[in-house]
């Protein structure tokens, strides 16, 4: 199937690894031209140079501390100079830190709340005008499965995500007449950095070992094992192409069947 993502316009913003790198890959797999970010610029290049290499595309890295509304605006500004406009926004950033609700104060609350909630705000802020004067545009949100089903010791991700998600709704109503596409991903448990550092954290808590904790999450999954992030960024391409255009406001799980509710 042909996405006809060609000549398209991409940020995705936490791109250096996991998920985020994932979506990037395919979007430059189906052709579009593609603006990576995250906060380290040496593992942007490198990067860079991994995904032009494997598919020609048109790759730019952009570092940028999206906690900083500030840093947001320059690193929006960045990938409109370089290629010309803006077709697609990836929201995504690190999850915060897993523990029960008394492990957190109040400063770690505010971050992340910064990092997860208005990140996600100020990204669509600054995007948002471009695609609507240009009628045309898709804003995807790398949440979590936590907003259909919370995930025992992740407060922080159960709270904050949920945020997003109804941020997201009301910003895809209002956007919808404009030919701009709002939609969440929401990962299951996906072989990435993150979950080996949520497998670390639960293992320290219990003391158990690391590969006891992957073993009690694959028992919850009915497909049987861990998600990739490819098929996170294959769903990401989906819902950047053309063929996707009659789909908004959704929050889409890709978790093995995870979660247990009906919608």
């Known amino acids: 199937?042909?996405?006809?993502?060609?000549?398209?316009?991409?940020?995705?913003?936490?791109?250096?690894?996991?998920?985020?790198?994932?979506?990037?890959?395919?979007?430059?797999?189906?052709?579009?031209?593609?603006?990576?970010n995250s906060r380290s610029p040496d593992k942007l290049v490198l990067v860079r140079e991994e995904i032009v290499r494997a598919t020609g595309a048109r790759v730019t890295a952009i570092p940028g501390d999206l906690t900083d509304p500030d840093a947001i605006d320059d690193v929006v500004d960045a990938a409109r100079a370089a290629f010309g406009k803006l077709d697609i926004l990836v929201t995504n950033t690190g999850g915060p830190p897993s523990g029960p609700f008394e492990d957190h104060n109040a400063k770690v609350?505010?971050?992340?709340?910064?990092?997860?909630?208005?990140?996600?705000?100020?990204?669509?802020?600054?995007?948002?005008?471009?695609?609507?004067?240009?009628?045309?545009?898709?804003?995807?949100?790398?949440?979590?499965?936590?907003?259909?089903?919370?995930?025992?010791?992740?407060?922080?991700?159960?709270?904050?995500?949920?945020?997003?998600?109804?941020?997201?709704?009301?910003?895809?109503?209002?956007?919808?007449?404009?030919?701009?596409?709002v939609n969440n991903i929401l990962p299951g448990y996906t072989r990435t950095e993150r979950l080996q550092d949520l497998a670390d954290a639960v293992a320290g808590r219990t003391g158990g070992k690391p590969g006891d904790v992957y073993e009690s999450w694959?028992?919850?999954?009915?497909?049987?094992?861990?998600?990739?992030?490819?098929?996170?960024?294959?769903?990401?391409?989906?819902?950047?192409?053309?063929?996707?255009?009659?789909?908004?406001?959704?929050?889409?799980?890709?978790?093995?069947?995870?979660?247990?509710?009906?919608?």
């Open 1 to 36: 199937m042909d996405l006809k993502l060609k000549g398209k316009a991409a940020l995705v913003c936490g791109s250096s690894q996991g998920i985020g790198r994932a979506i990037a890959d395919a979007l430059a797999a189906e052709g579009a031209d593609v603006a990576i």
């Open 109 to 181: 609350w505010r971050h992340a709340i910064a990092q997860n909630l208005e990140s996600v705000v100020n990204l669509v802020r600054e995007a948002l005008p471009g695609m609507k004067q240009q009628q045309w545009g898709r804003i995807i949100n790398v949440t979590s499965i936590s907003v259909k089903q919370p995930v025992a010791g992740l407060i922080l991700s159960n709270s904050i995500r949920a945020a997003v998600t109804g941020f997201a709704k009301t910003i895809a109503n209002e956007a919808a007449p404009f030919g701009v596409t």
């Open 218 to 263: 694959v028992k919850e999954i009915p497909a049987g094992r861990l998600g990739t992030p490819e098929e996170l960024g294959a769903l990401a391409a989906f819902l950047a192409s053309e063929q996707a255009s009659y789909i908004t406001g959704q929050s889409i799980a890709v978790d093995g069947g995870w979660i247990k509710g009906l919608m």
